[in-house]
């Protein structure tokens, strides 16, 4: 292969890990933004140690990328084979992870639709409706995807508050405007003039699956974006790698 044609894989191959450098990035904020965004799914679900661990490893991944693409960007300016070696090596054990691990999201949907079905009956039965961190996510959550309860508002029958009252009351962040009228409160127990809640039919189970099916098509094109750029460096790489003859490390400043 010609120096031009190294020298243009170099620099291609230097472009590229700065792209998976700032994409690192992307998801390490994004993990800290699921965990620490007090208005986030995440604090529904902060008893399970499984979306806990999710979110850390979000955060983990995204700095491995960032060091994985500090590491590109140095053994490729300074033609280092040790470090392209390496950094082949390691973008192949995370595309092969990345599909491990969404095949295993693949096939394990309904243990995952019923662990987040026992978490939410959970926050359900103790609301006590004193507008707590968890009870602001689960209230804009009803809110805004226009549901009542996971599977359907029966999930506010097993509530202490609701029970033990002697009014009929409902939670407010369910009400549906369309069946009843006035002003009514964004949060916490509202008082029903039958035992007909004016709430909406639908569970929020539906509603993020409604979503996700919505939005199925950017989340696929974001998958195989990274999973080509992956592979894309991984030629580079390799292709830079067997064209360097051999090290010249005085080329590395030294500090």
Do not use: P
């Given at each position: 292969?010609?120096?031009?044609?190294?020298?243009?894989?170099?620099?291609?191959?230097?472009?590229?890990?700065?792209?998976?450098f700032l994409l690192g990035?992307?998801?390490?904020?994004?993990?800290?933004?699921?965990?620490?965004?007090?208005q986030s799914f995440i604090v529904v679900l902060n008893d399970s140690i499984a979306v806990k661990a999710?979110?850390?490893?979000?955060?983990?991944?995204?700095?491995?990328?960032?060091?994985?693409?500090?590491?590109?960007?140095?053994?490729?300016i300074y033609e280092i084979r040790c470090l392209l070696g390496l950094y082949f090596t390691c973008l192949l054990l995370i595309l092969i992870a990345e599909?491990?691990?969404?095949?295993?999201?693949?096939?394990?949907?309904g243990v995952l639709n019923e662990e987040m079905s026992?978490?939410?009956s959970k926050v359900l039965d103790n609301y006590p409706g004193n507008?707590?961190?968890?009870?602001?996510?689960?209230?804009?959550?009803?809110?805004?995807?226009?549901?009542?309860?996971?599977?359907?508002?029966?999930d506010w029958n097993g509530n202490m508050v609701i029970i033990n009252s002697s009014q009929l009351l409902f939670p407010c962040s369910c009400h549906n405007s369309s069946l009843a009228t006035g002003n009514v409160s964004e949060s916490g127990f509202c008082e029903a003039q039958s035992p007909d809640w004016p709430v909406y039919d639908t569970g929020c189970a539906v509603s993020v699956e409604s979503w996700l099916l919505t939005n199925i098509g950017v989340v696929l094109g974001i998958?195989?974006?990274i999973a080509?750029?992956?592979?894309?460096?991984?030629?580079?790489?390799?292709?830079?790698?067997?064209?360097?003859?051999?090290e010249d490390y005085t080329k590395v400043p030294k500090y």
């Open positions: 292969m010609g120096k031009g044609c190294v020298t243009a894989i170099k620099y291609f191959l230097f472009l590229f890990n700065l792209i998976f990035a992307v998801i390490m904020g994004f993990g800290l933004w699921l965990l620490l965004d007090n999710a979110c850390y490893i979000l955060i983990g991944v995204g700095t491995f990328a960032m060091l994985l693409g500090f590491l590109g960007c140095l053994g490729a599909i491990v691990a969404g095949v295993l999201i693949y096939f394990q949907k026992k978490i939410v507008n707590s961190t968890t009870e602001q996510a689960w209230d804009f959550i009803q809110r805004n995807m226009e549901c009542c309860g996971w599977n359907g508002q029966s998958c195989i974006a080509f750029i992956e592979l894309l460096g991984m030629i580079l790489a390799i292709c830079l790698c067997k064209n360097i003859h051999r």
